[in-house]
C-alpha cells in the first residue's frame, strides 16, 4: 500500500525551502539549474487550466527588443506570448511563488533582485526561437532568466527542447525536455540558449528576476 501524499501547509513549505535551496547551490556551482517535476503540483494544473481557459486573442507575436527598438522578425523567433499581470487567480498564485523564490534569492545569494516580469509563451508546432541571450552583459538589468513548462506527457520525439550553450558559445551544454512542471533557472548574462521545434503545441511560462536601474532621468519599466 503506498503512502498518502502529505499536502499540509508544514509539508509543502519544506519541498518548497528544499527545492529554492538546490536551486541557490546550483547557480552558485554552475549557473544554472534544471528540476523536472518541481513546480508544485497544484499550481502547475492551475496554470494549465487557466491556459485551456485563455481566448487565443489574449496572445500576440512576440518580438524582439524593447520599447521603440520592439521588432517582428520570423528570422529570430516565432512564438507568441501573454504578459501575466495577476489578473487571474492562476496568475497571482504564480506571481506569489515567483516572489517567494526572488526572497529566497536575495537572502542567499545577496543578488538585489528588484522584480520579476513574466508571460506565457506559445509554440505551435515547428515554431522556434535562434540562439540568443536575454541580457547583454553590462547593458541590461535581467539577471536570472526562470522557464516553467506546462506540457502533460511530452516525449522525446516531439521535440521542442531548450538549448544550453557553454558559457563561451562554443558548444550545447545540455536540452531540456519542455516537461510538465519542471523549472530551469540560469543566469541571463552568461547563457546563450535557443528552443528547438517541436511536432506538437509547446506551452510555457518565461520570466525574468531584474535589478533596478532607474535613474533621475529615466524610470526603469518593468518590460
Given at each position: 500500500?503506498?503512502?498518502?501524499?502529505?499536502?499540509?501547509?508544514?509539508?509543502?513549505?519544506?519541498?518548497?525551502?528544499?527545492?529554492?535551496a538546490r536551486i541557490v547551490r546550483d547557480l552558485r556551482e554552475r549557473g544554472f539549474?534544471?528540476?523536472?517535476?518541481?513546480?508544485?503540483?497544484?499550481?502547475?494544473?492551475?496554470?494549465?487550466?487557466?491556459?485551456?481557459?485563455?481566448?487565443?486573442?489574449?496572445?500576440?507575436?512576440?518580438?524582439?527588443?524593447?520599447?521603440?527598438?520592439?521588432?517582428?522578425?520570423?528570422?529570430?523567433?516565432?512564438?507568441?506570448?501573454?504578459?501575466?499581470?495577476?489578473?487571474?487567480?492562476?496568475?497571482?498564485?504564480?506571481?506569489?511563488?515567483?516572489?517567494?523564490?526572488?526572497?529566497?534569492?536575495?537572502?542567499?545569494?545577496?543578488?538585489?533582485?528588484?522584480?520579476?516580469?513574466?508571460?506565457?509563451?506559445?509554440?505551435?508546432?515547428?515554431?522556434?526561437?535562434?540562439?540568443?541571450?536575454?541580457?547583454?552583459?553590462?547593458?541590461?538589468?535581467?539577471?536570472?532568466?526562470?522557464?516553467?513548462?506546462?506540457?502533460?506527457?511530452?516525449?522525446?520525439?516531439?521535440?521542442?527542447?531548450?538549448?544550453?550553450?557553454?558559457?563561451?558559445?562554443?558548444?550545447?551544454?545540455?536540452?531540456?525536455?519542455?516537461?510538465?512542471?519542471?523549472?530551469?533557472?540560469?543566469?541571463?548574462?552568461?547563457?546563450?540558449?535557443?528552443?528547438?521545434?517541436?511536432?506538437?503545441?509547446?506551452?510555457?511560462?518565461?520570466?525574468?528576476?531584474?535589478?533596478?536601474?532607474?535613474?533621475?532621468?529615466?524610470?526603469?519599466?518593468?518590460?
Amino acid at each position: 500500500m503506498s503512502a498518502l501524499l502529505d499536502l499540509s501547509p508544514a509539508a509543502l513549505a519544506s519541498n518548497e525551502e528544499q527545492l529554492f535551496a538546490r536551486i541557490v547551490r546550483d547557480l552558485r556551482e554552475r549557473g544554472f539549474t534544471v528540476c523536472p517535476d518541481a513546480l508544485p503540483l497544484s499550481l502547475a494544473a492551475s496554470l494549465q487550466a487557466h491556459l485551456a481557459e485563455m481566448n487565443d486573442a489574449r496572445f500576440s507575436r512576440a518580438g524582439v527588443g524593447r520599447q521603440q527598438a520592439h521588432t517582428l522578425n520570423d528570422f529570430v523567433r516565432t512564438d507568441e506570448i501573454c504578459w501575466i499581470n495577476g489578473e487571474s487567480a492562476a496568475g497571482r498564485d504564480w506571481l506569489d511563488w515567483a516572489g517567494r523564490l526572488q526572497r529566497f534569492l536575495n537572502r542567499e545569494l545577496l543578488l538585489g533582485l528588484f522584480s520579476f516580469e513574466s508571460h506565457f509563451a506559445h509554440y505551435r508546432p515547428g515554431d522556434y526561437y535562434r540562439k540568443h541571450l536575454d541580457a547583454f552583459r553590462g547593458e541590461a538589468n535581467r539577471v536570472l532568466s526562470l522557464v516553467v513548462y506546462l506540457n502533460p506527457d511530452w516525449q522525446l520525439a516531439e521535440g521542442g527542447e531548450l538549448v544550453l550553450f557553454t558559457r563561451d558559445d562554443t558548444a550545447a551544454q545540455l536540452k531540456v525536455l519542455p516537461g510538465f512542471g519542471t523549472v530551469v533557472l540560469f543566469l541571463s548574462e552568461e547563457f546563450p540558449h535557443e528552443v528547438l521545434p517541436a511536432s506538437r503545441d509547446r506551452y510555457s511560462i518565461a520570466g525574468w528576476f531584474r535589478v533596478n536601474q532607474s535613474t533621475g532621468q529615466r524610470v526603469d519599466p518593468p518590460r
